[in-house]
């Protein structure tokens, strides 16, 4: 019999349905999959049979403006573990505990991880990587990275700064120039089996990325002789610390920059306090006492407000301005201006000051560059302050006459001081002098720039005339006298104010003196402060001779002599030492080893122990070096090794 009609297209279109729901959902379930969940599925996937990593690029060389290293990267094993891998924990972690000199039992946690892989020490130097390496046990494994190196490492530390584990700059040109020398990362991926092994990566050499060189302003035997002298003096009066600026006052730029005391950025570590490392020639401000005298009468002369010769009488060293009294050292009469300046006496600039009145000092006090930033591009410089025009009183005036009630910065101060030496124009400072990429193009240059002139050529001749006298027989700056030149210079002695208890305390001092040479054709501008000297503390006993033996010595560097004299006129060679020194500059000499058949890595870890500066040349193992094994060389002189 046969089955009705009906029912049959119920059946077909049952089905029909039943199909199309299936299909529907499949379709829905396919179009989750491959369209909404797609990423999220395909970043599990590739976990699962991909393995990525992270080249951090070879960071760029730091040079002296000579072309010598000041900060290299070099390539170094790291250690890590694979727990899984690791047969006998305990035998393992004793074994690694002395080689890595860790806790054993900090070991044995990082072995009984659950972790695929661990890291247990970063960065190892050459000897331990040696040892490591020879025990060739199963789990442990290496991987290179780079890590930055410092061939003189406490010189010029605050201004260089230092990196982290990770290559990125923290502290100093390490890291205000961190986007330039960091390079960009490549990313390696690269196929896995299904126990996880390796099988190839893909991307290109990390050479390739590889980031731009810095060529700095900075000469390094100058920054070291100014670091030398400068840590003698703050160790000889027992100060808390101090800094000595270099700068080349008709370019602007920084030929030495030293603070004390000083740091070693390769062990930054030990160091507990952030201070330590801290640029303060930039960073902090202080009150630049008498040494702001020089600023006065610039503007003073500049205004017609008075001349050399004019006289002031200095109350027998005691003034009363509305409540406040003013005070000299010595108790002065009549005194001329250029007595003022090279006895220095406070009432006595005061007096001058109020020749200007408050407008026309505050506007030079601005010109000079007082109170902003030099943008010199370093981290963390200081503006300094100057009180806003409407908050000067006549105590104002006059404390701002003579270099208290303001703050600047060691550069603001020798870079305002250079314009007197510079004819009446202000130059911008600079540290960086190019930044040039691994192929050798120059992309960024950096070259002298005038920031405006504040002062004619006639009165910065007249200031500089009168800035001898300090250096002369009686005058206050006399011990930074230098044989055969002529010194513009003056001295600063400010108290600190007292942050608790106001006004200014009693028994903490700001030594300074800053000075420019030869006074008549200047090369160099110098500024030497020194915070909190024990016993003496003015500034042309403590600072003025620390001026001088810096002066001398760099002059005697860059070939400058007295006219007439019996010198022949060709540089001092300063051969600097790995060690940071209080010594004196001194010869010391070594006797060079037999580089053959080492590899390049050995050859510059007893490079740096000697220390001598070496040229690589090739790759491979060391085939000739010149000088020749065995003779007599000077430390820091530089050699070559050819490798094959």
């Not at 003189?152 to 230092?162: C, D, M, R, T, W």
């Not at 930039?282 to 005298?293: L, N, R």
């Not at 007197?420 to 720039?449: C, F, H, Q, T, W």
């Not at 810096?550 to 300063?574: H, M, R, T």
């Amino acid at each position: 019999m046969r089955e009705p009609i009906p029912w049959l297209k119920f059946r077909i279109i049952f089905i029909l349905l039943s199909f199309t729901f299936i299909f529907g959902v499949i379709f829905v379930r396919a179009f989750q999959l491959q369209v909404l969940e797609r990423d999220t599925l395909k970043t599990r996937a590739d976990k699962a049979h991909l393995k990525a990593i992270n080249i951090t690029p070879r960071r760029g060389t730091i040079y002296d403006s000579r072309m010598r290293e000041l900060a290299v990267t070099m390539e170094v094993d790291s250690v890590y573990a694979q727990p899984a891998k690791i047969d006998n924990i305990k035998k393992t972690a004793t074994l690694l505990s002395s080689a890595l000199s860790m806790d054993r039992r900090e070991l044995e946690a990082k072995f009984s991880s659950r972790k695929s892989f661990v890291w247990l020490k970063r960065q190892l130097d050459f000897a331990d990587a040696e040892r490591m390496k020879r025990l060739d046990m199963p789990g442990i494994g290496f991987v290179k990275e780079w890590k930055r190196f410092y061939p003189n490492p406490q010189v010029a530390s605050h201004l260089i700064g230092f990196v982290g584990i990770d290559g990125k700059g923290l502290e100093g040109i390490e890291i205000g120039y961190d986007e330039y020398m960091a390079g960009s990362p490549t990313r390696l991926v690269g196929e896995r089996d299904a126990l996880g092994n390796e099988l190839f990566f893909s991307g290109k050499n990390r050479e390739t990325y590889k980031g731009m060189n810095l060529v700095l302003t900075i000469d390094k035997t100058m920054q070291y002789i100014a670091e030398k002298e400068l840590l003698k003096a703050v160790s000889d009066t027992k100060a808390k610390g101090g800094m000595a600026i270099v700068m080349a006052p008709r370019t602007g730029e920084i030929l030495a920059i030293a603070n004390a005391p000083h740091f070693n950025p390769e062990d930054i570590l030990d160091y507990n306090s952030p201070g330590v490392w801290r640029n303060k020639a930039v960073t902090d401000a202080f009150e630049p006492g008498s040494t702001f005298k020089a600023f006065l009468i610039a503007a003073v002369f500049e205004e017609g407000a008075a001349k050399p010769n004019d006289l002031f009488f200095c109350e027998e060293g005691r003034f009363n301005v509305a409540d406040r009294t003013f005070h000299d050292v010595k108790k002065f009469g009549w005194l001329n201006l250029t007595q003022i300046i090279k006895y220095s006496s406070n009432i006595g600039a005061a007096k001058i000051g109020g020749r200007l009145e408050r407008e026309r000092l505050y506007r030079y006090v601005k010109d000079f560059g007082f109170g902003a930033k030099t943008g010199i591009g370093l981290p963390g410089e200081n503006t300094g302050s100057v009180p806003r025009l409407r908050e000067w009183s006549h105590v104002t005036l006059g404390n701002i006459s003579f270099g208290q009630g303001l703050s600047v910065t060691g550069l603001q101060l020798v870079t305002a001081f250079s314009a007197i030496a510079n004819n009446g124009y202000l130059m911008k400072p600079y540290v960086v002098k190019e930044i040039v990429n691994e192929k050798g193009d120059v992309v960024e240059e950096y070259r002298p720039s005038v920031i405006r002139r504040i002062i004619s050529e006639e009165t910065a001749k007249r200031v500089t005339n009168i800035l001898k006298e300090v250096t002369k027989s009686d005058g206050t700056g006399v011990r930074a006298a230098v044989d055969g030149f002529a010194v513009a210079g003056k001295t600063g002695t400010a108290q600190k104010p007292d942050l608790l208890q106001g006004g200014y305390a009693s028994d903490k001092y700001v030594s300074s003196f800053i000075g420019f040479i030869p006074a008549d054709n200047p090369e160099l501008a110098i500024l030497i402060v020194v915070d909190e000297p024990s016993g003496e503390f003015y500034g042309g006993a403590i600072a003025a001779p620390v001026f001088k033996n810096i002066a001398l010595q760099s002059l005697a560097y860059l070939g400058i002599f007295p006219k007439g004299s019996d010198e022949q006129a060709k540089p001092l060679f300063v051969h600097l030492t790995k060690e940071d020194s209080l010594e004196d500059i001194r010869e010391d000499f070594s006797i060079i080893p037999d580089f053959s058949g080492k590899t390049v890595r050995s050859v510059l870890r007893l490079a740096r122990e000697i220390p001598l500066e070496v040229k690589i040349v090739g790759s491979g193992k060391a085939v000739h070096q010149k000088p020749l094994p065995g003779e007599r060389i000077t430390q820091g002189a530089p050699a070559e090794v050819w490798f094959k």
